[in-house]
């Protein structure tokens, strides 16, 4: 069992910048492929970044690429996603999660564990 707890989130202006953390409560987490993933009002939730659990692999959404960076510390069984130059189709609910390694990093239904969410609200 893993526990996430994500924390960072906030009201930022357009072109600012946040960094959201997520912390694992699993001694295993270095293992664990870990994800962020986001949800607007009245939208599905949608893949953002993910990070497989070696660090050697990272994928993003095309429209965050070059403004989103996905990390982890495995010795502090914490992964990050800095979000710079924020824009107001940024808001939404932030989420991370965690599946085993093997499984394709950015399909949502393949992650077991997830976060509560932190919400992010970019305004214009």
């Known amino acids: 069992q893993v526990q996430l707890v994500e924390s960072g989130g906030g009201l930022v202006q357009a072109g600012g910048s946040l960094r959201l953390s997520c912390a694992a409560s699993?001694?295993?987490?270095?293992?664990?492929?870990m994800g962020w993933f986001r949800q607007a009002p009245g939208k599905e939730r949608e893949f953002v970044a993910a990070?497989?659990?070696?660090?050697?692999?990272?994928l993003y959404l095309d429209s965050v690429k070059g403004r989103f960076t996905i990390s982890r510390d495995n010795a502090k069984n914490t992964v990050y996603l800095q979000m710079n130059n924020l824009k107001p189709e940024d808001t939404a609910v932030y989420y991370c999660a965690a599946e085993p390694p093997g499984r394709a990093i950015e399909v949502a239904a393949l992650y077991d564990y997830w976060g509560q969410g932190t919400q992010v609200t970019v305004s214009s």
């Open positions: 699993s001694r295993t987490f270095s293992i664990y492929n």
């Open positions: 990070i497989s659990w070696r660090a050697g692999s990272t």
